[in-house]
């Protein structure tokens, strides 16, 4: 299993931007595919976004499409979610998740499909 800890979240303007990191344990985090995802207030963790193991694929949900971009440096065995012109409806805690996976350009997007999960960082976003 792989250690995750994110970082980066914080209080932002509607508008604004903020970019999360994700940093992983472990000598073989490019083995993983990865995901973000992100639960607000008395709603379920749904997913936002992910990109397989070489960083050559990547997958998002409708609502953050052109406004996020999920990215990763396998030298520093970090994955990123830049995040653009922000909405409050964009308010929650962010968590990064990892798959172990022997195919290096697929990724996932369910909850089900990672086995190691962040502590998760708060996002919120005013209006």
């Known amino acids: 299993q792989v250690q995750l800890v994110e970082s980066g979240g914080g209080l932002v303007q509607a508008g604004g931007s903020l970019r999360l990191s994700c940093a992983a344990s472990g000598r073989t985090f490019n083995s993983y595919a990865m995901g973000w995802f992100r639960q607000a207030p008395g709603k379920e963790r749904e997913f936002v976004a992910a990109?397989?193991?070489?960083?050559?694929?990547?997958y998002y949900t409708d609502s953050v499409k052109g406004r996020f971009t999920i990215s990763r440096d396998n030298a520093k065995n970090t994955v990123y979610l830049q995040m653009n012109s922000l909405k409050p409806e964009d308010t929650a805690v962010y968590y990064c998740?990892?798959?172990?996976?022997?195919?290096?350009?697929?990724?996932?997007?369910?909850?089900?499909?990672?086995?190691?999960w962040g502590q998760g960082t708060q996002v919120t976003v005013s209006s």
């Open positions: 990109i397989s193991r070489n960083g050559g694929s990547t």
């Open positions: 998740a990892a798959r172990f996976t022997l195919y290096s350009g697929n990724y996932y997007y369910t909850e089900g499909d990672f086995g190691s």
